[in-house]
């Protein structure tokens, strides 16, 4: 991820006597109506602040559910295993020592651990360390080794994480979505047409737009960020073909392009056949600078660091940015809204 400059403005100025009150939020972490502030004798709930600053708290939220879902997932392990065992009459530990430790016993070959050698920062003979790297290689071997188990246990097993998770208020966008209407799952991407990371992920999302055709919808909003001098006139511009019902035509070509600079923004419009004087007018006047700041500022209240940051129905996705990560999620996402009402017949209106 491409982090966001950061600047640090310190203002000095009038200091309200703020009391807060631990008791309320702790009671109710999630939207209690107790209160936890006082300001010159008005008092502050926890819900009115939610209404007022609805995304303040999400960061934070985001954190404690992916700390326990972690959490969970582990536990969920443990409890795998311990199945596991009962069911071949063994305990954990034998369990692995016959699936895992067995798996890699034998050494590694003295041209692999050659091999390790070189790449290693050391200037210790190899005769000295050679020891220490057979250990390292082994502790590597067996934590691949459990984790390629642990997943083949977990192929059979349901598993369920039922604790919500938390949802960003993500606002509504004026470019159009890409996909269904009445998508079970939206995909939402704040992105940069700069970043190279965005560009290395653009394959994933078409092939998730692809898989999930008719069930997926993707929303691509702008964060451009400011060492990126072309950015946010390449976001403008997107805005300028939108006006003329092109958006997403206009959007593919910078993608596939990667050229941000004015001719070539003006270039691309000539290129699909759009109206060059408007469009023209469109970019050289700012008339959509306004919006694409919006999108941004909108990023920075949800307290986002950089780009490319995907929310799958408003939930925040932490860790790695790849194809199993993000299809995961939207499968999870896919499955809860089957079990709401309505499911079917959203299904039959959408094959229409």
């Not at 926890?46 to 536990?75: C, D, F, G, M, V």
């Not at 966008?173 to 079970?184: H, I, K, Y």
Request: charged letters at 25%; aromatic letters at 8%.
């Amino acid at each position: 991820m491409e982090p966001r400059n950061r600047h640090l403005w310190i203002a000095f100025g009038a200091i309200l006597p703020i009391t807060f009150f631990a008791a309320g939020a702790a009671d109710s972490p999630s939207g209690g109506t107790g209160v936890v502030a006082e300001v010159n004798g008005a008092r502050i709930t926890l819900a009115e602040l939610e209404q007022k600053r609805p995304a303040a708290l999400y960061q934070a939220r985001s954190n404690y559910y992916e700390t326990i879902r972690r959490a969970l997932e582990e536990y969920a392990d443990d409890i795998l295993l311990e199945q596991q065992a009962r069911k071949e009459n063994l305990t954990v530990p034998q369990l692995l020592d016959r699936h895992v430790n067995q798996a890699v016993a034998k050494d590694p070959s003295e041209e692999t651990l050659r091999v390790f050698y070189e790449s290693a920062d050391t200037t210790e003979p190899y005769e000295t360390v050679r020891v220490q790297i057979i250990d390292a290689l082994r502790q590597r071997r067996v934590a691949k080794a459990k984790t390629a188990y642990i997943q083949s246990v977990r192929k059979g097993a349901v598993i369920a994480i039922v604790m919500p998770a938390p949802r960003a208020p993500i606002a509504a966008t004026v470019a159009p979505p890409r996909g269904p209407a009445n998508a079970r799952v939206t995909l939402t991407e704040f992105a940069d047409y700069e970043c190279p990371y965005c560009q290395q992920i653009q394959p994933t999302i078409e092939r998730l737009e692809t898989e999930f055709k008719g069930k997926l919808a993707f929303v691509y909003k702008d964060f451009p960020l400011p060492s990126h001098p072309n950015s946010a006139k390449a976001a403008e511009a997107t805005r300028c073909a939108e006006a003329q019902g092109k958006y997403w035509e206009y959007h593919d070509l910078l993608e596939s392009s990667k050229r941000l600079d004015m001719p070539s923004l003006k270039a691309h419009a000539r290129q699909l056949g759009l109206d060059a004087p408007a469009f023209d007018r469109c970019l050289d006047g700012g008339q959509k600078a306004e919006a694409v700041k919006a999108q941004a500022a909108e990023a920075q209240a949800l307290g986002l660091q950089g780009t490319p940051t995907f929310f799958v129905n408003g939930r925040y996705i932490t860790g790695s940015l790849s194809y199993d990560r993000l299809r995961g999620i939207i499968l999870e996402e896919l499955a809860a809204a089957e079990k709401q009402p309505g499911a079917a017949s959203q299904d039959a209106a959408a094959r229409r």
